[in-house]
């Protein structure tokens, strides 16, 4: 009897250790094959920012409707939210505030860095003397460029006027003053490259998604943004002056569609910044090389152009430059497969460029990486 359960035991070992040895055969045969298994990056918390709050109304709107920009960029942002935590149990949903509040612009930066977010999403909504403009623009910090741009940025940065204390908290910012803007001259904006992409992927996803007027990806001075120490984007969700916009802005669908348009975005980007391939891509699965569809790992964002031997680039060969919405953007290799971009990007990663990305072009013309993988599948 107890020799048939010692017998027993050590059969019970042995298979067990036969299946230990399986696992770490499988494991040493698999690993390494997969790029998306040594990219190290993932993004795990994300502050959303609803705009104004409490004695701060934000824009009016034409007064057709009881609701302020406050009200509206609080329903677009809560749905936002709930949009990621439904979908990923993994990220940590911050809000700066979630109900009818004020909250100053420094303590909403704070939050995001405090709690070390991945990404910073402000929600706001435009307004205009004129009730014609109608349409979306998502913002990363920047100058201004535009007489445009620097009106709405002294607009939403006025908010500051309602906190106690704002002239030392903003050192000597005065949005009403002609030279508000000097205190962004020295600013250098280290997440740049991430936040147009996000930028980005947020308007295309607008305009296809939520059919809304793809008003672009823009650049000012928002002292929100000026604060954070991560990727940043401000969303101005459309024109509360505009009657269309205004209705839609107010209704369920319409903030539905919103969200679900910046939701969308946050997926990609998630997907394209931790660098790891689309879920249902096996990495052993040998990947069409389509005519035309090349993939290149993005280094550098700049406003202004860099010598392709610069020291900056730290050694990478075969550097290229392309030009985007004004700005110029710098690449490291070119890949014909996907898998082999996904390994480049992290010897890239290696190499000091801890946040680089797959980027993918089609007959020299830049598109987005989802669009790519779908025609290499
Ligand atoms: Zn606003």
């Keep these: 009897m107890l020799r048939d359960y010692v017998k027993t035991i050590k059969n019970v070992m042995v298979t067990k250790r036969i299946l230990y040895l399986f696992v770490i055969i499988f494991f040493l045969c698999f690993s390494g094959t997969d790029p998306s298994r040594e990219s190290q990056f993932r993004l795990k918390t994300v502050v959303i920012d609803p705009g104004h709050g409490g004695k701060d109304p934000g824009n009016l709107g034409t007064g057709k409707f009881k609701t302020y920009e406050k009200d509206v960029v ?17 990220i940590n949903v911050i ?18 860095n405090k709690n070390k977010a991945d990404i910073f999403i402000c929600i706001h909504a435009n307004s205009n003397k004129s009730s014609a ?21 002294k607009r939403e940065n ?11 908290k903003y050192e000597g910012y005065d949005p ?58 401000l969303v101005e969700t459309g024109f509360l002056t505009n009657k269309e916009e205004e209705k839609f802005l107010n209704s369920e669908n319409g903030q539905d569609y919103l969200a679900s348009a910046i939701y969308r975005a946050f997926k990609d980007y998630k997907t394209v910044m931790e660098g790891t391939l689309p879920a249902n891509f096996s990495p052993n699965e040998p990947m069409q090389i389509v005519d035309g569809i090349i993939f290149r790992v993005q280094i550098v964002t700049s406003s202004n152009a860099i010598s392709l031997d610069s020291p900056k680039f730290n050694g990478i ?7 985007s919405g004004g700005w110029f953007k710098y690449t490291a290799g070119e890949k014909r497969d996907l898998a082999s971009a996904y390994r480049l990007q992290v010897e890239v990663r290696e190499k000091g460029f801890s946040s680089a990305f797959v980027v993918a072009f089609h007959n020299g013309e830049r598109i987005n990486l989802q669009d790519a993988i779908k025609m290499v599948k």
Aim: aromatic fraction near 10%; glycine fraction near 4%; avoid cysteine.
């Design 74 to 90: 609080l329903a677009i942002s809560l749905k936002l939210g709930k949009y990621i935590s439904e979908n990923y149990d993994d």
């Design 95 to 112: 809000y700066t505030r979630q109900k009818d509040e004020f909250i100053g612009l420094k303590e909403r930066a704070d939050i995001a």
């Design 133 to 153: 403009p109608y349409g979306t623009n998502t913002f990363v910090m920047g100058l201004n460029k535009t007489q445009a741009n620097l009106e709405l940025s």
């Design 158 to 168: 006025a908010s500051i006027l309602m906190e106690d204390d704002y002239v030392t």
């Design 176 to 233: 009403n003053s002609p030279e508000a803007d000097i205190i962004f001259s020295l600013y250098q904006n280290a997440y740049l490259d991430q936040s147009l992409e996000f930028a980005a992927m947020v308007q295309k996803q607008f305009k296809n998604r939520a059919k809304r007027k793809d008003r672009g990806v823009k650049q000012a001075g928002f002292l929100v943004l000026h604060q954070t120490t991560m990727p940043s984007i």
């Design 317 to 323: 060969t075969n550097v290229q430059e392309y030009v």
